[in-house]
């Protein structure tokens, strides 16, 4: 059965760090195309980070010098460091895999205060 548990959210002050993960099992994570994504209130789901196969990564520029995506294909795991937090980054943040097709968790609240 495929899972992707997010893990990792909270409340953070402006300025603050969180490290989200996704822990994935029933997947074949090292041939995943891995993503984050979030849907802040009122809002569409938007794509923050992308980590290929090879590990090229790309991000949204509204988190660029900010967020760093990782993985660890020994784990089974992919990261999303969160640095200098601001409260336009709050949101539930989502892990997502394109392999079985379009696999989501369920998501994890990030919340940033003022």
């Known amino acids: 059965q495929v899972q992707l548990v997010e893990s990792g959210g909270g409340l953070v002050q402006a300025g603050g760090s969180l490290r989200l993960s996704c822990a994935a099992s029933?997947?074949?994570?090292?041939?995943?195309?891995m993503d984050w994504y979030r849907q802040a209130p009122g809002k569409q789901r938007e794509l923050v980070a992308r980590i290929t196969t090879s590990g090229s990564t790309n991000y949204a520029d509204s988190v660029k010098g900010r967020f760093t995506i990782s993985r660890d294909n020994a784990k089974n795991t992919v990261y999303l460091q969160m640095d200098s937090l601001k409260p336009e980054d709050t949101a539930v943040y989502y892990c997502h895999a394109w392999r079985p097709p379009n696999a989501w968790g369920q998501g994890t609240q990030v919340t940033v205060s003022s």
């Open positions: 029933g997947i074949s994570f090292s041939i995943n195309v």
